[in-house]
């Protein structure tokens, strides 16, 4: 059963389509099989299928040829909830998902970039997953000004969209500096390293619509299951 956070399937579908065309996996002009045999591949309902196609048209990433098929049309910085994950599979691509462990208010780590203008905020540490294969570990913090409260059912797949939709705050940018760190010792069983070991370490500050920085993270990777990935355009 989907957590109460998860995106609706067709959304995921065309999220998952959209990293793929942004991988390179799909490329400009591809034609994608047919909608039932597609829709059996990936283990869903052609209705489904339907609404997510429909979405990637929406966004302009297919064209809907009547009696010929479906065709990816590639564009430059799609739509998408996932826009500023940097993380993809190995092979590319991949299906973000989280599974929040725990949602705390609390001081901020002294060891945290600069943000924000209360010593308080949100911490919020995930396992993040790309297509079910578990890929990350990562400790996010939100200024504590943005919130009175967060509890862990508030909170969505893409934190950003529930910024966005609850919070009224816009991740207008983020700035990534990657280098190694060592595995928290929150780490969940299920994540491959144990405490203490040497990881690829992504440590983000973000800036919302008003110009200021509310948000800090730090996330550790499994470097074979994902890579971090930054396309120019």
Do not use: H
Request: include cysteine.
């Amino acid at each position: 059963m989907p957590s109460p956070g998860s995106l609706p399937l067709f959304l995921q579908i065309s999220e998952l389509l959209i990293r793929d065309i942004a991988a390179g996996r799909l490329i400009d002009g591809e034609k994608l099989p047919p909608e039932r045999e597609m829709a059996a591949q990936l283990g869903i309902a052609v209705g489904t299928l339907r609404q997510a196609l429909k979405e990637l048209t929406a966004k302009g990433m297919l064209v809907r040829v009547q009696g010929s098929g479906n065709y990816i049309r590639a564009v430059n910085a799609p739509a998408s909830v996932y826009a500023l994950f940097r993380l993809e599979l190995v092979t590319g691509g991949g299906l973000p998902t989280a599974r929040v462990l725990s949602v705390e208010r609390c001081t901020k780590d002294p060891a945290l970039p600069d943000f924000g203008d209360s010593a308080e905020g949100f911490r919020i540490r995930r396992l993040r997953s790309l297509s079910g294969k578990i890929a990350a570990v990562e400790e996010i913090w939100l200024d504590g000004s943005y919130a009175q409260s967060i509890a862990k059912t508030d909170l969505s797949e893409s934190l950003y969209l529930y910024y966005r939709e609850k919070l009224g705050l816009w991740i207008a940018r983020a700035e990534d500096r990657v280098g190694l760190g060592r595995c928290p010792d929150w780490a969940p069983d299920e994540f491959a390293y144990a405490a203490g070991t040497k990881l690829p370490l992504i440590t983000r500050v973000s800036w919302g619509q008003d110009g200021r920085r509310c948000e800090a993270s730090w996330t550790w990777y499994d470097p074979d299951i994902a890579q971090y990935v930054a396309r120019l355009k």
